[in-house]
Nanobody
Framework: VQLVESGGGLVQPGGSLRLSCVDS????????MAWYRQTPGKERVLVAS??????SYLDSVKGRFTISRDNAKNTLYLQMNSLKPEDTAVYYC????????WGQGTQVTVSS
């Protein structure tokens, strides 16, 4: 298994979660990485990315989510604060750009 996401769960609106993704593929530190999310019946959406120290976010998560990485651990993180019901989705990490292989994702459910 090359991509393992974790850290999801059920949280109340306004709560926080920290997602982690271990990427066992080669050259992790050289690759632009991203978090995506998907809800049933809809396409996967880019949520946040990090590329050579430059981060970018989906407008709806700006100021609430923070993407970071630890290259020594081949791990990508997504700190999610002030969660809203509309953040409910399966979250995936992968390279920024087209990808053919995906991990199992981690379910995030925001509900009271």
């Amino acid at each position: 298994v090359q991509l393992v996401e974790s850290g999801g769960g059920l949280v109340q609106p306004g709560g926080s979660l920290r997602l982690s993704c271990v990427d066992s593929r080669a050259l992790f530190s050289f690759r632009a990485m991203a978090w995506y999310r998907q809800t049933p019946g809809k396409e996967r959406v880019l949520v946040a990315s990090t590329n050579r120290g430059v981060t970018s976010y989906l407008d709806s998560v700006k100021g609430r989510f923070t993407i970071s990485r630890d290259n020594a651990k081949n791990t990508l993180y997504l700190q999610m604060n002030s969660l809203k019901p509309e953040d409910t989705a399966v979250y995936y990490c992968n390279n920024l750009g087209p990808n053919n292989v995906w991990g199992q994702g981690t379910q995030v459910t925001v509900s009271s």
